[in-house]
């Protein structure tokens, strides 16, 4: 289908229709292991103004790259983080590679940006944005700046599935844009075939794609790990909540007592272990106090083996459902016995503990500036 170069005012049916066919096209190729054939192709292509290609070493999974970069470094007496160690030319195709990125992306949106003839992609940025792409952009860069990167001494690329713009790139091409003449294509391999790299002089690494579960846009998986690789290594995380393996591996296994929830201290993670172990809480056999009209519930627990191990004969609890949660899924709180007597209403409460956490998330400058406001 040609497309004529102006902004459309909004999508024709046909083109709307074809949107979440192009999403499940994209989100397929990106699911295909890397063509080693063409990301060697590509970097002998890229990397060309210091003379001879690089050596490509393929890495099956995050682990496998940590562990032969490290291996490599060791072999030719080099020290992650230690510049004065390292010979002048550690970045020797870096930066080709970077220009290539850089001016391809740049060209390519400024070009589309004038002449395409769907809307403009803020106007319908919706459609394909995702938090996954951040999530996982953040993810391994994060790793690679803790595990192997130092200051000016290395470098490296993640673009596996940080997609957001080139999906919409993807969809123009689809429906006939032609960028002035200029092909997206070799953007396109580049980013399904070089999702993670990392440059070490002459030697460039390229790691593997990982297979990715999600739900509603969030990293999530009661199966395995979400970010998932062919040798079962992986990063875990329950709706885009970070766990390490053994600890994932002992919340969802649905065995979990309220008891064991409540001392895990990261309020992310002890939400989702309630998610994952709905029936610890009423094991305790906890008392109904009140039930707001909006299913907010007040409980109160005496006479447990949790109140003995906290030495507090009656201990209250609210459980309610959070926005910040995932659908029909509740939060349960412990709520300061003297507050909850005085004041035994669910919804009550509710606007306490909310208060309280807002308090509690403010700096030192904002809580100051909250209680002069209260008085």
Same mark, same amino acid.
């Given at each position: 289908?040609?497309?004529?170069?102006? =902004?459309?005012?909004?999508?024709?049916?046909?083109?709307?229709?074809?949107?979440?066919?192009?999403?499940?096209?994209?989100?397929?190729?990106?699911?295909?292991?890397?063509?080693?054939?063409?990301?060697?192709?590509?970097?002998?292509?890229?990397?060309?103004?210091?003379?001879?290609?690089?050596?490509?070493?393929?890495?099956?999974?995050?682990?496998?790259?940590?562990?032969?970069?490290?291996?490599?470094?060791?072999? =030719?007496?080099?020290?992650?983080?230690?510049?004065?160690?390292?010979?002048?030319?550690?970045?020797?195709?870096?930066?080709?590679?970077?220009?290539?990125?850089?001016?391809?992306?740049?060209?390519?949106?400024?070009?589309?940006?004038?002449?395409?003839?769907?809307?403009?992609?803020?106007?319908?940025?919706?459609?394909?944005?995702?938090?996954?792409?951040?999530?996982?952009?953040?993810?391994?860069?994060?790793?690679?700046?803790?595990?192997?990167?130092?200051?000016?001494?290395?470098?490296?690329?993640?673009?596996?599935?940080?997609?957001?713009?080139?999906?919409?790139?993807?969809?123009?091409?689809?429906?006939?844009?032609?960028?002035?003449?200029?092909?997206?294509?070799?953007?396109?391999?580049?980013?399904?075939?070089?999702?993670?790299?990392?440059?070490?002089?002459?030697?460039?690494?390229?790691?593997?794609?990982?297979?990715?579960?999600?739900?509603?846009?969030?990293?999530?998986?009661?199966?395995?790990?979400?970010?998932?690789?062919?040798?079962?290594?992986?990063?875990?995380?329950?709706?885009?909540?970070?766990?390490?393996?053994?600890?994932?591996?002992?919340?969802?296994?649905?065995?979990?007592?309220?008891?064991?929830?409540?001392?895990?201290?990261?309020?992310?993670?002890?939400?989702?272990?309630?998610?994952?172990?709905?029936?610890?809480?009423?094991?305790?056999?906890?008392?109904?106090?009140?039930?707001?009209?909006?299913?907010?519930?007040?409980?109160?627990?005496?006479?447990?083996?949790?109140?003995?191990?906290?030495?507090?004969?009656?201990?209250?609890?609210?459980?309610?459902?959070?926005?910040?949660?995932?659908?029909?899924?509740?939060?349960?709180?412990?709520?300061?016995?003297?507050?909850?007597?005085? =004041?035994?209403?669910?919804?009550?409460?509710?606007?306490?503990?909310?208060?309280?956490?807002?308090?509690?998330?403010?700096?030192?400058?904002?809580?100051?500036?909250?209680?002069?406001?209260?008085?």
């Amino acid at each position: 289908m040609k497309m004529q170069n102006k =902004n459309a005012e909004k999508l024709t049916p046909e083109q709307a229709a074809q949107i979440s066919l192009c999403l499940k096209e994209w989100a397929d190729l990106a699911a295909q292991p890397v063509d080693r054939e063409k990301a060697v192709a590509l970097l002998n292509e890229i990397c060309t103004s210091k003379g001879e290609p690089p050596t490509v070493i393929f890495a099956e999974s995050f682990e496998n790259l940590v562990g032969l970069v490290k291996a490599h470094l060791d072999k =030719n007496n080099r020290e992650v983080g230690r510049w004065h160690n390292s010979p002048p030319d550690i970045l020797r195709y870096s930066a080709d590679f970077h220009g290539f990125l850089t001016q391809t992306s740049l060209a390519l949106r400024s070009r589309h940006r004038l002449k395409a003839g769907l809307l403009t992609y803020k106007q319908h940025t919706e459609h394909f944005k995702s938090a996954i792409d951040s999530e996982l952009y953040q993810l391994f860069g994060r790793r690679l700046s803790s595990r192997l990167l130092a200051k000016n001494s290395y470098d490296s690329h993640v673009l596996y599935l940080f997609y957001s713009q080139t999906r919409y790139l993807y969809y123009a091409t689809l429906m006939g844009e032609m960028f002035d003449g200029l092909s997206p294509q070799k953007y396109f391999d580049v980013l399904l075939n070089l999702p993670i790299t990392f440059f070490v002089g002459n030697t460039v690494f390229v790691c593997e794609k990982p297979q990715v579960s999600a739900n509603s846009d969030v990293l999530h998986s009661t199966q395995k790990a979400a970010v998932a690789w062919s040798d079962n290594t992986g990063f875990y995380y329950l709706h885009g909540v970070e766990f390490e393996k053994d600890f994932w591996k002992t919340v969802v296994s649905g065995r979990m007592t309220f008891n064991e929830i409540l001392k895990i201290k990261n309020n992310a993670q002890r939400h989702q272990a309630i998610w994952c172990n709905p029936d610890a809480f009423f094991a305790l056999s906890p008392k109904l106090i009140d039930r707001s009209e909006l299913g907010s519930e007040l409980y109160l627990v005496e006479s447990t083996e949790l109140n003995e191990l906290y030495y507090s004969p009656k201990m209250w609890f609210l459980r309610f459902q959070d926005g910040n949660l995932p659908p029909k899924s509740w939060a349960i709180e412990e709520i300061d016995p003297a507050y909850a007597e005085a =004041n035994p209403d669910a919804d009550s409460i509710l606007n306490y503990h909310c208060e309280f956490l807002e308090i509690y998330s403010m700096t030192y400058a904002e809580e100051r500036q909250y209680w002069l406001q209260k008085t």
